[in-house]
Nanobody, 125 residues
Framework: QVQLVESGGGLVQAGGSLRLSCAASGRSFSGYRVSWFRQAPGKEREFVATIRWSDGTAYYADSAKDRFTISVDNSKSTVYLQMNNLKTDDTAIYYC??????????????????WGQGTQVTVSS
């Protein structure tokens, strides 16, 4: 049974940093993409970044470029999202998700087979 478990969220001041973790288990993810999405109150779930597990190729939403870095540690079966220079607009629940498809469509939450439970990130001004 596939499980994705997020951790690392919390309260941080604007300009600060957090590193989110997504521990993956239950199958081999070598042919998968793992992505981060976020959802703020009253808003739709939004794509943040995706990474191809096999070679670490990453792709970012415009809102995440230059501030966020997604990475994978195969030895720990974990995907990370390093978030720097956080802004109040980054406040949301952050979810990791996994799918076996190609890059096109990876920014669409409907295309994902597996989801974690989410971790809250709150950025104060």
């Amino acid at each position: 049974q596939v499980q994705l478990v997020e951790s690392g969220g919390g309260l941080v001041q604007a300009g600060g940093s957090l590193r989110l973790s997504c521990a993956a288990s239950g199958r081999s993810f070598s042919g998968y993409r793992v992505s981060w999405f976020r959802q703020a109150p009253g808003k739709e779930r939004e794509f943040v970044a995706t990474i191809r597990w096999s070679d670490g190729t990453a792709y970012y939403a415009d809102s995440a470029k230059d501030r966020f870095t997604i990475s994978v540690d195969n030895s720990k079966s974990t995907v990370y999202l390093q978030m720097n220079n956080l802004k109040t607009d980054d406040t949301a629940i952050y979810y990791c998700a996994a799918r076996s498809g190609p890059l096109p469509g990876s920014n669409n939450a409907a295309n994902y087979n597996y989801w974690g439970q989410g971790t809250q990130v709150t950025v104060s001004s």
